[in-house]
């Protein structure tokens, strides 16, 4: 995944209102074609359904990835908090830059470390996951 894709993917999922392409655009910073492009791949990839000026909506699968991506950034606030001892919202800024460079594997491996926290140092939840390989354990 494009780190783009991923900015649209999770502003789509935290959004509580639906938005269109021109709503993530501005909100994004980026140009209307360059956000096109981009809900073209996720739609190609199964993880949303977009009708032409109609709002972008997640699908089930689009969903079930927003929801890890952000379980794994909030993971990672974690540890850079813990063990690099950044602020929170330094730890929440720096996550965001590179949490797509780390596998689920390590992600579970930082959320066992933790022992499944609830909640990152921002004070955000941190979603169970269907795919934590520890997930029976809690």
Not at 1 to 6: A, G
Not at 79 to 86: A, C, I, Q, S, Y
Not at 89 to 108: M, Q
Request: hydrophobic residues 35%; contains cysteine; positive net charge.
């Amino acid at each position: 995944m494009l780190e783009l894709d991923y900015k649209v993917l999770k502003r789509i999922y935290i959004t509580p209102q639906r938005l269109k392409v021109g709503d993530l655009a501005k909100v994004l910073k980026f140009p209307h074609s360059t956000i096109g492009s981009c809900i073209k791949r996720l739609e190609e990839n199964g993880y949303v359904i977009y009708e032409r000026y109609k709002p972008v909506i997640l699908s089930k699968q689009g969903k079930n990835l927003g929801a890890e991506l952000i379980r794994h950034a909030r993971l990672l606030e974690l540890l850079l908090h813990h063990e690099l001892g950044l602020t929170p919202k330094d730890a929440h800024n720096e996550s965001e830059k590179f949490n797509l460079l780390f596998s689920c594997n390590t992600i579970n491996r930082i959320c066992a470390k933790y022992s499944h926290p609830k909640f990152c140092p921002c004070g955000e939840e941190i979603s169970n996951s269907s795919e934590c390989f520890c997930q029976g354990k809690i």
